[in-house]
Structures are given as structure tokens and as C-alpha cells.
């Protein structure tokens, strides 16, 4: 509930009030029993029952139709009458004029849930869809919102009036597809074109993560607002946006790490995770999360400073599983460690003592942090004794270029060098020297 709080006010809302209930199963009408309807519609200033009418179960109204047509049916009570315990908003608070559901709604209990309360009301889905809509940045990510949204909207269309009006048909008469349907099918037909268009987008990006095969790369993961954006910009220079609110960035950034190393190391930040990620937007951004797919090493960020950052973990492993991210080698890190105190930073390093702790805002923590970026990509670097003849020396800028120089004699006849490097750049070196 804290969570979506959070959600609610990254779309702009202030929470005024809470409405919860256990329950085996949400009730298939109105998610909520009739008590606790009223409670909620106690913040909104609605009826607080849903209104009979031709979307009623079918299969509940006719059992009480039969029971009534043999006498054995109560009347039902109205609302007034309702026998249970409820507490309504208190007098002084905020009325409420948006109701969220920490659920997946079907279209009919939303609708149900927006005529008991009189106020407009989304699910968690919905919630995220929204904010995504929001900031989303670059065409790519504008068309994967897109998609994502109107497949939310796709079943919970409504007719708008006039009934279930007939177009088509020959002649403009006969059978043809209500104005519902005909909409249903425009949708679903923007969206094929939507999917074509981000096809094409995430083949070119696909021909530039391809050139970048060969390099060394770090991809930042995990929950949305742990802290990956802050870490980006300490890693590389980079002026990403940073704001406390969940999926600020929704686009990935690559950046070399700053101080350049050689051989670069490109350090990519990714779209966070959260609990209940809304499948088609997963679907929607696997092109981002090639990034963590694709890379050499992931920084699994999280904020040590939630108490819930464990349930976090959980999440962000399950969506790494989930698009086969899991056997990429990773490294935890625990940011926000400066909100921690002592006694909680011993028992983290009793919990996870293979992690990193550290805050993105403190230089010694990120230069710590770069430092064992390089220590693990190093144990992978080739290393190659190199000869360049001095009628080959113009060969030797793009040596200090592409590999580390570990050693460099000049001699008579010509350049002797020891270099670390990524295998393909050395592979190219060795096969070049003799000026081949």
C-alpha cells in the first residue's frame, strides 16, 4: 500500500485516505463486501452501492428473479439499512476524487467500483500504464507505452451511446460491426501498425548493440528509485535525470565510464522494476532490457535504506529470469547506505557480505565502486607481447588506443609492447603488427 501510494503521488495525487479489507478473493462485483463499499464511498461522497442494471451477474439476478417468483426472497435493504460495522471518512478529512486499486480490475468492476463511489478509479496497472505515458521521452519509448496503454484500454472500451448501433453491411443494411466493435478493430489495428514501427526501431538499435559486442559493459538494474539514475551520472559525468519519483527515466542511457579507461567501459542504465509489472509493458521494453541481457557485468542496485528492498531483490531476480538475464555474472549493490546507521550496515554485512555498499553522492564510495568495475573486467582482458617495425610505427596510436600499455621499449629495430586488451582488439593488433 506504501508502494502505491508512491505511484499515486508520482502521477500528481495526494493520498487522503485508505480503504483495505482481507478477503479470501476479491468479490467478483465490486472487489470490495457492501460494508467496506460504504466505507470507501464514505471518502468519495457516493452512494456506495452499484446501481441495478442490465450489467448486474446475469446469473445472481436471475436466482433472486426465481426466488421472488416463489416467495422465498427477502426484500433487499436499502442502503441505509445495511447491518455491519464501517468507519467513513472522518468530517474534516479531504473528500477523494480518484479511487486506486491495488489489483488488476476487470472492466466491470471498475465500472461497478466508479458507480458506487461516484469518482473515476484505476488499478495498478492502470496507475503504471499512466505514468509511463507520462515520461516517456524518445519515440521508442513512446511507442512501447503506446502499445502497452491501448491494449489496457482495448477491453475496458464502452459504447457511448445511442446502444449497440450496427455500421456496414451491404447497401448500409444487414449485418455489419456495432460502433463498439468497429473502434475495438481501429485499435487493434494502430497497434499492429505501432509494433511495425517499433520493429524497425529496435532493428536499428539492435545493428548498434551489435557494434558494441565487443566492448566492455556494465548495465545498472533493479527497482524503480533505487538510486540507478544518481549512480550513472557519478559513474560517467553524464547529465541523466535524477528525480525521487518511480520510472523518472524510462529510456536507456549509455555513457562511457568517466575517468575514460582503455579499453572503454560503457556503462548503460535500464527501466526499473517493480512488483506486479504489468506484463505487456515487460513485452513492451524487452528492447531496453537487452541492455541487461547483452552486457558483461549488471549492477543490481537496490536502496538499502527500504525496509522492503529485499521483496525488491526478489522482483528485479524474477524480471532478470524472466528475460534470461539470470546467468549474466552481477554484482549487488547497496546504495543509499549513508541513511543506514551502524548497527543496520554490520548486519548487512552479515546478510550479504559479498555486496557493495555505498552512496551514489560520495566520490571515495563511486571511485571504490569503479574500481571493482575494472578489477573484474580486467581478469578477462588478453594479454600479448606486440612487435611494431618502424615502418609499421603508425600502427601504434591505435594501440594506446584500443588496449592498455602495460610496457613499451623502443629499440633499433622497431617497438616492443606488452598490452591487455579485449581479445578482438588484440586478435586484430597481432594479425596487423607486421604491417599484414
Request: aromatic fraction near 4%; charge should be negative; glycine fraction near 10%.
Amino acid at each position: 500500500m506504501a508502494e502505491l501510494g508512491r505511484l499515486v503521488h508520482t502521477l500528481g495525487y495526494d493520498v487522503v485516505g485508505e480503504v483495505t479489507q482481507r478477503r479470501d478473493r476479491m468479490a467478483p462485483g465490486a472487489v470490495l463486501g457492501e460494508g467496506k463499499l460504504l466505507e470507501l464511498a464514505g471518502w468519495t461522497g457516493g452512494s456506495g452501492v452499484v446501481p441495478a442494471g442490465p450489467r448486474k451477474s446475469a446469473s445472481k439476478a436471475r436466482e433472486r428473479w426465481e426466488a421472488e417468483e416463489e416467495g422465498d426472497a427477502e426484500p433487499e435493504p436499502p442502503p441505509d439499512e445495511f447491518e455491519g460495522e464501517f468507519t467513513s471518512a472522518p468530517e474534516s478529512a479531504r473528500r477523494a476524487d480518484l479511487v486506486v486499486v491495488d489489483h488488476e480490475l476487470s472492466p466491470s468492476q471498475a465500472r461497478n467500483l466508479e458507480r458506487a463511489t461516484g469518482v473515476e478509479v484505476l488499478d495498478r496497472t492502470g496507475v503504471i500504464v499512466e505514468i509511463f505515458h507520462r515520461h516517456a521521452q524518445s519515440r521508442e519509448a513512446r511507442l512501447q507505452v503506446e502499445i502497452a496503454r491501448l491494449n489496457y484500454l482495448v477491453p475496458r472500451m464502452r459504447e457511448t451511446g445511442g446502444g449497440d448501433r450496427q455500421r456496414g453491411g451491404i447497401g448500409g443494411k444487414g449485418a455489419g460491426e456495432s460502433a463498439l466493435e468497429l473502434d475495438r478493430r481501429k485499435v487493434r489495428d494502430r497497434i499492429a501498425q505501432l509494433r511495425q514501427e517499433l520493429a524497425n526501431i529496435e532493428a536499428e538499435q539492435g545493428t548498434r548493440r551489435a557494434r558494441r559486442t565487443d566492448q566492455l559493459r556494465v548495465a545498472l538494474v533493479g527497482y524503480t528509485n533505487a538510486g540507478k539514475s544518481s549512480l550513472m551520472r557519478a559513474l560517467t559525468g553524464s547529465e541523466v535525470l535524477v528525480a525521487d519519483k518511480l520510472f523518472a527515466t524510462l529510456d536507456t542511457t549509455v555513457r562511457a565510464l568517466h575517468p575514460e579507461t582503455v579499453p572503454r567501459v560503457l556503462v548503460s542504465d535500464t527501466v526499473g522494476f517493480i512488483k506486479k509489472l504489468p506484463h505487456d509493458l515487460v513485452a513492451s521494453f524487452r528492447s531496453t532490457l537487452d541492455e541487461a541481457l547483452e552486457a558483461s557485468l549488471l549492477l543490481l542496485v537496490v536502496d538499502s535504506s527500504d525496509a522492503t528492498f529485499r521483496q525488491q531483490l526478489e522482483v528485479t531476480r524474477e524480471v532478470l529470469g524472466e528475460i534470461g538475464a539470470s546467468e549474466v555474472p552481477t554484482q549487488l549493490v547497496l546504495n543509499k547506505i549513508d541513511r543506514v546507521d551502524e548497527a543496520g550496515r554490520e548486519a548487512l554485512r552479515a546478510e550479504f557480505p559479498e555486496a557493495l555498499q555505498l552512496s551514489a553522492r560520495d566520490p571515495a564510495d563511486v571511485a571504490r565502486l569503479r574500481g571493482h568495475i575494472l578489477e573484474v573486467f580486467d581478469g578477462d582482458l588478453q594479454e600479448a607481447e606486440l612487435f611494431l617495425p618502424w615502418s609499421n610505427a603508425g600502427l601504434l596510436g591505435e594501440v594506446h588506443r584500443t588496449t592498455r600499455v602495460v610496457e613499451e621499449r623502443h629499440e633499433g629495430d622497431g617497438v616492443h609492447l606488452r598490452v591487455k586488451g579485449r581479445r578482438g582488439d588484440v586478435a586484430r593488433l597481432l594479425a596487423r603488427q607486421q604491417g599484414r
